[in-house]
């Protein structure tokens, strides 16, 4: 270990600001791991590596915190999240001090490096302030987390999680008292108490305060029944038929938290249990067979799960990000291969089966009083069945922070909210969690695929009904990687100067929206109706062809994503082949004439 007299080593690297800086950390930071790894740096002469991380800190904002774990304002470590957690603790008591005080907050972790730690001295920084906090004894996934919130009707909570980052990152998200992701102006707000309670306490990192204060209390068992139980309002039809099923499913956790979760949540909907990936069962913060722990990915992340299944005869693979609030979802192919659906896919098929569950079970709801969500990005697929089903549809800015916070709004009005989702494997089944659930939307998921299969069908069967009744959607999405943020800002910056683009390559572009600005060609004042968020690259372009194309920066992660989707209506002449080489076209396209990957350097997905 370090012996902690080495921090008052005399530090010179030939600047004097630099100098002060690596000081200054030393003098704060008891935690003996990080001081040993600045010290470290500063012997290997590491002087610019050490410069970005002390001189540069995170920004909170929406998404709360996401960085790579190590030393220094920019990283997540024991000094940040406990300068972060004692700026929320005070603006809470400013913002919704009896709720707060009454309440309190609850606090979850991952199975990442750090996460339960990281939990910890976050606890304490409330408890300090006088907030109880319902602090979880062992991992969860994020949805019950997001779920306690709202059970236990608590000011707020945090979840440290990176969700489906690499293993060196890590994370803090929060929640609101209304269980939903935090908006503006409360980041803002969040963001600015932390840079006014910098000076750390000097009882912060006490972490035995977590065994002697009466603030401190464990939901993890409480919180574990009543989300199942809640779960069970879930379950449509004879549970025996769900037993008897044909189907064999295969399941992965990608090495997080989700297994034991997952087999309560098939228990209570009566399935039969999961085949296990028995490589990746079990949480691993080191993600040890899989390049990134993200489902989306693909049949690169998803490959042990296919051997898994092709050696015990499953017909359906269905996957968790490590943190669970992702699903995926692979089914094997009448020629015997797999075909991975796409988030888009997906969420049509879930958006069906909560439309068919709700009505089944409440036939007399209007289905005027009944509407679903999706992000901007995400296929019109639920938008054109409400249009011909009569209820309502409504698009958000991307993330479930809006999409939960608009859902709530119209719960409080009166409305029903039966489905919400993005096209990044995020589902939002029903109102339990208000957030994106992977561990309630698998079981609806499976239950359904195990109806269809006990009818001698399949879930790609299934898919083509749909398209066969509101018309095809097809999709094609994916993202470049960038780990330089001013040429992110000079390829956008590109597309806006001197006007924005009037056409890409052969098409021609008919109407364009920019998220980062508010403008929206498409309506007379050029207006979106969308919020304005210019923290976030997003540029929209409609094109003469009727294919839509966005370009978008990540929040969480260094890359443009593109989305692209063409539609075309029941009964239509162009087969979906026909129509999946047209938006191709229109993609490659998009991307050499718009983003230029070689001239600014871009790396593809790979797998």
Known sequence: MQDLSAK?????????????????????????????????????????????????????GTAGLRARMGPGYACMND???????????????????????ENGIAIGFDARHNSARFAKLAAVAMIRLGIPVHLFSDYTPTPLLAYSVRKYKTAAGIMITASHNP???????????????????HDRNIAQHILENLEIHPEAWNLDLLGTSKLRSDPYADIFSSYYKDLESYVVGDKNCLASS??????????????????????????NQFVSVLEQCDPDPD??????????????????????????????????????DRLACAERSESGSWCVFNGNELGSMLGTIAYENFKSTNPTIPNEKLYM????????????????????????LTGFKWMANYALRKMAE????????????????????????????????????????????????????????????????SYYLCYDPPTIQTIFRALRENGYPTSCGKYKVVNIRDVTTGYDSSFEDKKSVLPTDPSCQMLTFSFDNGCVGTLRTSGTEPKIKYYT??????????????????LLDLKNTLIETFLQPEKYGLKAKTG
Not at 167 to 185: E, H, L, T
Not at 247 to 271: A, E, I
Not at 416 to 440: H, P, Q, R, W
């Open 373 to 396: 969500v999706a992000s901007t990005v995400s296929s019109k697929f639920l938008k054109s069945m409400s249009q011909r089903e009569g209820f309502l549809f409504e698009e958000c």
């Open 167 to 185: 293993k060196d990152d890590n994370g803090y998200k929060v929640f609101w008292s209304n269980g939903a992701q935090i908006i503006p102006p």
């Open 8 to 60: 008052e080593a005399d530090i010179k690297t030939g600047s004097n600001k630099l100098d002060e800086e690596i000081q200054s950390w030393l003098s704060i930071d008891r935690n003996e791991n990080t001081c040993a790894e600045i010290l470290k740096m500063v012997n290997e002469r590491k002087y610019s590596e050490l410069e970005a991380m002390l001189t540069n800190r995170m920004a909170f």
């Open 79 to 101: 000094v940040t999240v406990i300068q972060t957690s004692q700026g929320f603790g005070k603006y809470l008591l400013e913002a919704q001090e009896s709720l707060a005080k």
């Open 565 to 582: 989707e063409i539609i075309s209506p029941p009964q239509s002449e162009l087969s979906k082949d026909e129509l999946a080489k047209q």
């Open 246 to 271: 044909k189907l064999k499913l295969t399941y992965t956790p990608m090495h997080g938290v989700g297994q034991k979760f997952m087999k309560q949540s098939f228990d209570v909907f009566g399935l």
């Open 287 to 324: 993600f040890p067979t899989v390049i990134f722990p993200n489902p989306e990915e693909g049949k690169s992340a998803l490959d042990l799960a296919m051997k898994a299944a092709d050696a015990n005869g499953s017909d359906v693979i269905i996957a968790n990000d490590p943190d669970a």
């Open 414 to 477: 009166g409305y029903t909210c039966l489905f919400a989702y993005e096209e990044s494997i995020g589902y939002m089944y029903g109102t339990n969690v208000m957030d994106k659930d992977g561990i309630s939307a698998g079981p609806v998921l499976a239950a359904y695929a195990s109806k269809l299969y006990n009818e001698g069908s399949t879930l790609s069967q299934f898919l083509h009904s749909l398209y066969s009744k509101y018309g095809y959607h097809i999709s094609n999405d």
